[in-house]
């Protein structure tokens, strides 16, 4: 069977969402609206809105990010997150591991017959 | 945080069906993520009138793609049920061996500490003004043997349901349990032998040379049998009361 678009894109989303979201907050810290803006933007990293609130909740289980609420100018107090000592640490990590990964993928795929 | 624009019954149906699909939840987990999600529609709502209500619930897409993304890493208040594994693979099984072990090493260790040894008779004979004292070092082997055979014949029935036990438990190997239900018959045959072989190269004083090596020849087979080996087979009995 072969699998689709979707569920390619699903599963190269879940190894790489988080670390999207912590070098998001590595500029300065966001709420979750505003975070899934940017994410969603193009559809590409974020596909429903929604999906990102479990992730948040198990960064912050996980010491990634911490969250503090501010007062917004229009409407409700928001919360924001921000990037912790160990989310920082992780993402550093995550920076030089890519690299290697994302050269070793494409090194594979042009040497795949076919590939263009 | 409740706004009017989360009053809207689609909104409230939305956040109803979240709620309902992590049920099963963390309740402070659960609440993280409808909250985030229910603020996120208030920031939506606080801009627009109700044609963005639509629009708003799309852009976060269904409750069940949330609660799928929920699933991953999840925290859950529910408790697997505990299997507990069979009978003779619990952690009482080594600690009953222990016991029935070290009773049957007591008895043969009192046995030979208790056994005939060596019988010093003498005599006196008087005649010519003189006495003469003759004393007879006597150290009947075979009454020796018998006996030490009696005390290992004495620890029936605790070694035989050592031997059941072990034997009968998936917390011994096949190796284990020869070494296991050897060490009592083992220990007794070197208690006896020793002072034996002691006597006929030494007499006296090398039979309680011998005495003391055999004790210290034991004492690592009774280390084995009743510390090393039911250890093991307690580590064994920890790993499967895991609960799967």
């Not at chain 1, 809105?49 to 990010?65: E, S």
């Not at chain 2, 799309?58 to 991953?72: C, D, K, T």
Request: charged share 20%; proline share 7%; hydrophobic share 45%.
């Amino acid at each position: 069977m072969v699998p689709g678009d979707d569920v390619i894109m699903t599963q190269l989303r879940r190894g790489a969402l988080e670390y999207c979201v912590l070098s998001l907050l590595d500029q300065r810290e966001r709420y979750g609206r505003e975070i899934a803006a940017v994410l969603g933007a193009d559809g590409v990293l974020l596909d429903g809105d929604g999906t990102l609130y479990p992730l948040l909740a198990r960064m912050r289980r996980a010491g990634h990010v911490t969250t503090v609420w501010r007062e917004s100018e229009s409407g409700p107090p928001r919360r924001y997150y921000e990037l912790s000592l160990t989310g920082r640490e992780t993402l550093e990590r995550f920076r030089i591991v890519w690299k290697v990964f994302r050269d070793a993928v494409d090194s594979a795929m042009d040497e795949t017959p076919g590939a263009a | 945080m409740n706004t009017p624009g989360t009053e809207h019954p689609l909104v409230r149906r939305y956040l109803a069906a979240l709620e309902r699909l992590l049920s099963d939840f963390d309740p402070v987990e659960r609440a993280e993520i409808t909250e985030g999600v229910r603020d996120h529609l208030c920031d939506e709502m606080s801009d627009g009138d109700d044609g963005s209500v639509d629009a708003a619930l799309r852009r976060l897409g269904p409750v069940e793609a949330i609660a799928e993304e929920a699933m991953r890493g999840r925290s859950t208040t529910v408790v697997p049920p505990v299997v507990r594994p069979p009978v003779l693979s619990r952690p009482w099984v080594p600690v009953a061996v222990v016991a029935l072990q070290a009773l049957s090493f007591a008895i043969v260790l009192l046995a030979s500490l208790a056994a005939p040894g060596v019988v010093v008779t003498e005599s006196s004979v008087s005649g010519g003004g003189t006495t003469t004292v003759t004393r007879d070092v006597v150290f009947d082997a075979g009454e020796s043997v018998d006996f030490m055979l009696a005390a290992v014949l004495g620890t029936i029935p605790w070694w035989p349901v050592v031997g059941v036990l072990v034997g009968s438990s998936p917390l011994w190997t096949a190796w284990e349990w020869i070494r296991i239900v050897s060490a009592v018959p083992v220990v007794g045959l070197l208690l006896a032998l020793f002072p034996v072989v002691g006597w006929s190269l030494g007499g006296q004083d090398g039979m309680a040379v011998a005495a003391y090596a055999s004790l210290v020849v034991c004492a690592p087979i009774v280390a084995h049998a009743v510390w090393l080996l039911p250890r093991r087979a307690t580590t064994r009995a920890r790993v499967l009361a895991r609960p799967r």
